[in-house]
């Protein structure tokens, strides 16, 4: 769903541009509350997981693929603010190095594929949590249904912007029908992938999930033949093994460079939901150029390697280190600031000695 240039008109993307700036800048000031001793460390391979699972175009309909967004993923992993961070920080990689995505279309890019789909992901899935039996399958299950609903509502939101200023004459009930209807089906894929890797995080370190905290699930005894409640579980404490950390760490990181540097390259080389919809609609007619389609990185292949599968899987080592380091960058600044405030709240609040 990466738009590129040329779809939306100047003024709309400005706009957009205006209201994805001031996303990000909230989200910054949320992420502080958010990036504790657990969720910082991971924050930034998140990003570089999210970039390399969108490598791996899956098939949905005739000539069509798919790719998760990664919305949905990211705030239920380490809370809304930093996803809509996690998405941005990805889709400007994405943008920059491998001109995926219009640079001036990235407004547009990230109120659509991070705001949206967060917003509307974290709200659902925060919902269902809440009416469900808090027990961690009930996790997996309300990841699962968030995720699928947040593709279309991106894809609702794509066209709502179109509406606004697309750059192309077409009826805008048949964008709505196509984007949505594919987006449905592409949401599913999304849906599969969320749910499966939030219920392997859950399954090693349930602490390390954003979403899935205060929930607890009551531990039952079978004593002669009846099932009674065992003692409450104890909280897990905030400081947990630094070593268990570093092992998720390296395990996510290990498989973020295999699906990008190994496993995209059998991805669907079929256009994706949004492509293909340009094209059949004509959507596409005023299309421009990437400003950055001269990078050595461009269509995620590096320049002057002739054999596909090397060229193809060194890019997407790149893009995942790139993506990391940039991200970690951002979260560890707003970590720090995070401190900065504590230490000065607690300075305050500490009553000066008398002399």
Known sequence: MHVPDGFINAPVSVAAGVVAAGAVAVSLRGARRELDERIAPLAGLVAAFIFAVQMLNFPVAAGTSGHLLGGALAAILVGPYTGVL?????????GILFADGGLTALGVNITVMAVVTTVVSYAVFRGLVKVLPKKRRSVTVSAFVAAALSVPAAALAFTLVYAIGGTTDVPIGRVLTAMVGVHVLIGLGEAAITAFTVGAVIAVRPDLVYG??????????????????????????????????????????????????????????????????????????????HAAADSPLADYSVEGITDGRLSGGLAGVIGVGVTIVAGTGVFWAVRRRRTDEDVTASSAATPSASV
């Open 86 to 94: 996690c998405v941005s920080v990805v889709l400007l990689m994405q």
């Open 212 to 289: 899935a905290r205060g929930l607890r699930q009551k531990l039952q005894l079978r004593v002669g033949g009846e099932l009674v409640d065992a003692a409450p579980e104890q909280p897990i404490p905030v400081a947990t093994p630094s070593h268990r950390t570093r092992n998720v760490w390296l395990t996510g990181l290990a498989a973020s460079l295999v699906l990008a540097g190994g496993v995209s390259f059998y991805a669907s080389a079929s256009p994706d939901g949004l492509e293909k919809v340009a094209a059949d609609k004509g959507i596409d007619a005023k299309a421009e150029d």
